[in-house]
């Protein structure tokens, strides 16, 4: 059971600023661009943010890769779907693990350690290629022992970053990891389509396999990161796992953003589809794979690359809702682009990387303020557990979106089905607002939990 302590540290306080009584002294001008003042006074988060990226952008080339290589090897969506589900149950079974460990332990060394277990699954899946096995079942064992790592990975580094950087830095930071994820589902996809286009799966897994080494370098040259633990906070495993499920359990708008985020990535995340699109009904083979996926991370990047004027946003809760509404119409018209457009139409791919773009800027958006909100009601000794369950929804969520829409394109093909699921999103985000209107009046300066 926790103490006393834990209540006081999770009652929210009282509004973050008052509205002037008068015109007040001048502010100064809003950014629009991404601060890059962690970068230039903290070293440590220096080293962990490039070391972060040029990873990042190998672990897309391994996850469009392994993708081509699946639909290589079967001609079959569906078994590319599958794919996610062999990284969605060690990613859940482990995600809440994961976050107890970090709340335990140094999380310098826990990040270490599961970054360690990653580089040596990426050396196994260029080797696998580099030996032709052609082996579907191996290629879903190493994915499946990749999340399971990733599931302790992820939440010691997001918990480590608030203990380096200074409070008043923390949103400039979280705007920089933000604009690294988004280059790297950037550049991932579009690496992946030249690399395996022109050289092969080898090539794209073993660029993964090197730029890995960056993140362990950047994890290596941290301080020590002893967690701090609140009274009663139990050992990792059940208990610690509830402990952190039941402060969740106390805020409802925190549960909010993970529903919300799950109506988008289970029911309208689109990129099972695109091995088969290139194939077939939009042609170009790896290259337009390589395309769509950039399409959306592309509008991922320019939302983070002009995020300054959301600091000023006070209904977080009613962004997220219209934000992820967006994100599924625009899912939407790009399934019914694929059914109404004839194959092979000058534009047609062009259209399709558009509305992608659109609905991948909605989605970086809506990221800022669930993110937002999960750090505003957390405490550090809790940090690492919700940090479990946010990388179990965001990771695992998308994982499970790729089985859905797989099955579903398999049965009434890949444009009914990103129309369908898009539809499903906006249908569903609504519905959960209109049931939870403290969620949608949720005000910054106010919040509640």
């Given at each position: 059971m926790l103490d006393g302590r834990w209540l006081?540290?999770?009652?929210?306080?009282?509004?973050?600023?008052?509205?002037?009584?008068?015109?007040?002294?001048?502010?100064?001008?809003?950014?629009?661009?991404?601060?890059?003042?962690?970068?230039?006074?903290?070293?440590?988060?220096?080293?962990?943010?490039?070391?972060?990226?040029?990873?990042?952008?190998?672990?897309?080339?391994?996850?469009?890769?392994?993708?081509?290589?699946?639909?290589?090897?079967?001609?079959?969506?569906?078994?590319v779907g599958l794919v996610g589900i062999f990284a969605l149950v060690p990613l859940v079974a482990l995600g809440l693990y994961g976050g107890s460990l970090v709340d335990a332990h140094d999380r310098r060394r826990v990040a270490l350690l599961a970054s360690l277990a990653l580089w040596v699954l990426s050396l196994a899946v260029a080797a696998q290629a580099w030996a032709h096995l052609d082996s579907v079942g191996l290629l879903y064992g190493l994915v499946a022992l990749q999340s399971a790592a990733f599931a302790v990975n992820n939440p010691a580094r997001s918990a480590i970053v608030p203990g380096i950087v200074p409070a008043a830095m923390l949103p400039a930071a979280n705007a920089l990891s933000g604009m690294t994820n988004a280059i790297a589902l950037t550049l991932g996809p579009l690496l992946a389509g030249l690399l395996v286009g022109t050289w092969g799966f080898q090539a794209a897994y073993t660029v993964d396999a090197v730029t890995f080494v960056a993140a362990l370098v950047g994890v290596q040259r941290l301080p020590a990161m002893p967690p701090e633990v609140l009274a009663g906070s139990q050992r990792p495993g059940l208990r610690s796992v509830l402990e952190g499920i039941r402060f969740l359990g106390t805020r409802p708008n925190v549960r909010m953003t993970f529903l919300v985020d799950l109506c988008a990535m289970v029911l309208a995340m689109p990129r099972v589809l695109y091995p088969a699109l290139g194939a077939a009904e939009l042609g170009g083979g790896a290259r337009t794979v390589g395309l769509l996926g950039a399409g959306?991370?592309?509008?991922?990047?320019?939302?983070?690359?002009?995020?300054?004027?959301?600091?000023?946003?006070?209904?977080?809760?009613?962004?997220?809702?219209?934000?992820?509404?967006?994100?599924?119409?625009?899912?939407?018209?790009?399934?019914?682009?694929?059914?109404?457009?004839?194959?092979?139409?000058?534009?047609?791919?062009?259209?399709?990387?558009?509305?992608?773009?659109?609905?991948?800027?909605?989605?970086?958006?809506?990221?800022?303020?669930?993110?937002?909100?999960?750090?505003?009601?957390?405490?550090?000794?809790?940090?690492?557990?919700?940090?479990?369950?946010?990388?179990?929804?965001?990771?695992?969520?998308?994982?499970?979106?790729?089985?859905?829409?797989?099955?579903?394109?398999?049965?009434?093909?890949?444009?009914?089905?990103?129309?369908?699921?898009?539809?499903?999103?906006?249908?569903?985000?609504?519905?959960?607002?209109?049931?939870q209107r403290g969620f949608v009046r949720y005000d910054a300066h106010d919040p509640r939990p």
């Open positions: 006081r540290a999770t009652t929210y306080p009282g509004p973050v600023s008052a509205p002037p009584a008068g015109p007040g002294p001048v502010r100064p001008r809003r950014r629009f661009l991404v601060d890059t003042t962690p970068l230039r006074e903290v070293p440590a988060f220096r080293g962990l943010w490039i070391g972060q990226s040029l990873a990042a952008v190998g672990t897309q080339l391994t996850v469009v890769t392994v993708g081509l290589q699946v639909y290589a090897l079967t001609s079959s969506t569906f078994a959306f991370a592309a509008g991922s990047v320019l939302a983070g690359l002009f995020s300054g004027p959301l600091g000023g946003v006070r209904r977080q809760g009613a962004v997220v809702v219209g934000c992820i509404a967006v994100y599924g119409a625009s899912v939407a018209g790009f399934g019914l682009v694929l059914v109404l457009a004839p194959a092979g139409q000058t534009g047609k791919l062009a259209l399709c990387v558009a509305l992608l773009a659109v609905s991948g800027a909605a989605d970086a958006v809506s990221s800022v303020f669930r993110g937002t909100i999960l750090q505003v009601a957390t405490p550090d000794a809790l940090r690492g557990r919700l940090q479990g369950v946010f990388i179990v929804v965001v990771a695992g969520g998308p994982r499970l979106g790729d089985l859905v829409l797989g099955s579903t394109a398999s049965a009434v093909g890949e444009g009914l089905a990103a129309l369908a699921g898009g539809t499903a999103c906006v249908v569903a985000v609504l519905a959960l607002a209109r049931g």
